[in-house]
């Protein structure tokens, strides 16, 4: 699937460093491949590649990480209707077929 990337620097996710167990759920759950392990801790490495899905913030057993999720993709089709860029989601058709994404 084609790399995707959203607006800069308007992804709500956050992550509070002092309570990630660095467990690596985040890495495991992230579709977009947002996080990677730096030492004992995750981090974010692709804040703009973030959808808002929020699989990470639910799968985070330490209430480490946030995210105003469900609105990522709603808004890449009102942009897409409007002819503005960021018109991209993450839900159209897989390679295979199939669908992907979050809704
Ligand atoms: S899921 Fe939470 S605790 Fe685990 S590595 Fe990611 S941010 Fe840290
Ligand atoms: S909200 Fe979704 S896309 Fe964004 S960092 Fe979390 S899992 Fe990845």
Redesign the pocket.
């Known amino acids: 699937m084609k790399d995707l990337i959203y607006l800069k620097n308007v992804a709500s996710l956050h ?3 002092a ?11 992230c579709p977009h491949d947002v ?1 990677v ?1 730096n030492g004992k ?2 981090a974010i490495a692709r804040r703009d590649a973030c959808m808002e899905c929020g699989a ?1 913030s639910r ?7 946030s995210v105003s999720a469900g609105v990522g993709c709603a808004a890449a089709v009102l942009n897409g209707l409007l002819g503005r860029s960021g018109g991209e989601c993450c839900c159209g058709p897989a390679e295979d077929g199939g669908k992907t994404g979050c809704c």
């Open positions: 992550m509070d460093i309570r990630c167990t660095g467990c690596g759920m985040c890495r495991e759950v996080f392990m801790t995750a990470c799968n985070c057993p330490a209430g480490a990480l």
